[in-house]
């Protein structure tokens, strides 16, 4: 009787020790999620800065000052709602307006257009990186939320479940392949 008594004890323990091991690594997800999401918020106010900051430097020409400017203010300003639309559309001026080489050269000519050029470019291309770390986190824990024992011992808490950033990140042709 009390070996039964022993073995069952130790195996509550075990299965204790299992789902509290699984709670700590969904928090851990959740505190991925929320670290990759930030850098994510990060590149993105970065490259609608830069944007921003070239749209109105002078440099490029009145309709794609202002094509760019207000994509960037609208993406800037966007609420989380409508924040992937507004990025999107970033995206598009930015393809709209530097999709051909020779408006990047005209950039690169004016004064201090080299670094512009530069931290444009390298804003560009770190947006989907940034963007892809933030819904692999996401996807790793929708994945752990699915499995039962997380639902049925609600090892998620109230957080809410994990949404991925769906957005059109792809950059200008021009400047996709510019060297940092």
């Known amino acids: 009787m009390t070996e039964t ?35 994510l918020d990060a590149q993105l106010l970065r490259r609608a800065s830069v944007a921003q900051e070239l749209a109105t430097s002078g440099v490029l020409d009145p309709a794609a000052s202002i094509v760019l400017y207000e994509a960037a203010h609208a993406a800037r300003q966007a609420e989380e709602d409508h924040r992937e639309v507004a990025e999107s559309e970033l995206s598009q001026a930015l393809r709209a307006v530097f999709g051909e080489q020779e408006q990047v050269d005209v950039v690169r000519e004016a004064p201090g257009g080299e670094e512009a050029a530069g931290e444009l470019a390298a804003s560009v291309r770190r947006v989907p990186m940034a963007r892809r770390f933030h819904n692999d986190a996401v996807r790793a824990a ?9 639902r049925w011992f609600r090892l998620a808490g109230h957080a809410p479940f994990p949404l991925a950033f769906e957005m059109d990140d792809e950059p200008p042709v021009a400047l996709a392949d510019r060297p940092a």
């Open 5 to 39: 008594l022993i073995w069952t004890v130790a195996a509550l323990i075990l299965v204790g020790v299992y789902l509290s091991w699984t709670a700590g690594r969904l928090d851990r997800l959740h505190t991925r999620i929320d670290a990759a999401r930030a850098a």
């Open 142 to 150: 929708r994945a752990l939320r699915r499995h039962r024992k997380v």
